[in-house]
Nanobody
């Protein structure tokens, strides 16, 4: 099992920045990739960014390219999401997820609220 705990959410004005963290514990050696998802009220959950745990290659959804940066610190077993130039459309609950392979993500955090005011 892998346990994931997010932190770093909060309220920020449009144009501001936040950094989310996701600390992993347990059988972290089994992690192949991790990702950030978000879900806004009344909308489906969407993938925001993903990273391969060992090599660090990344992928972003189009709406956050150039504004968000996903990274990880293997030694600290922590993943980050640096979010810049935030807009009200980024308001959502952000979840981190981890997967042991290329299929569905098996492990999820509890979520952290990000609210961007206009």
């Amino acid at each position: 099992q892998v346990q994931l705990v997010e932190s770093g959410g909060g309220l920020v004005q449009a144009g501001g920045s936040l950094r989310l963290s996701c600390a992993a514990s347990g059988r972290t050696f089994s992690i192949y990739r991790m990702a950030w998802f978000r879900q806004a009220p009344g909308k489906e959950r969407e993938s925001v960014a993903a990273i391969l745990w060992s090599v660090g290659s990344t992928h972003y959804t189009d709406s956050v390219k150039g504004r968000f940066t996903i990274s990880r610190d293997n030694a600290k077993r922590t993943m980050y999401l640096q979010m810049n130039s935030l807009t009200p459309e980024d308001t959502a609950v952000y979840y981190c997820a981890a997967g042991r392979g290329k299929g569905a993500f098996e492990y999820w955090g509890q979520g952290t609220q990000v609210t961007v005011s206009s």
